[in-house]
């Protein structure tokens, strides 16, 4: 048994970034492994972008807007 994923802290930018990212990621259908790939990162860079742990580079924007399916790079970024 894998023990929890530690979720991010929604008080920090990075934080609530981390939790729009995945919802996205989870609304596209994608799994973290297709998301990665797609986007043309290793995995466990995504975890981390997911995590709260990196933000992307701004470059990286516009492709995972791509990948998620949304029409403006604003969309990823956290309401607040």
Do not use: C, H
Request: hydrophobic share 40%.
């Amino acid at each position: 048994m894998s023990p929890a994923r530690k979720q991010p802290d929604v008080s920090t930018y990075s934080g609530r970034f981390a939790v729009r990212l995945r919802s996205l990621r989870e609304k596209a259908g994608l799994s973290p492994d297709e998301a990665a790939e797609a986007i043309g990162v290793s995995l466990v860079t995504l975890y981390d972008w997911e995590g709260g742990r990196q933000v992307p580079i701004l470059e990286r924007f516009p492709k995972i807007a791509e990948i998620y399916n949304v029409s403006k790079t604003r969309i990823l970024l956290p309401n607040e």
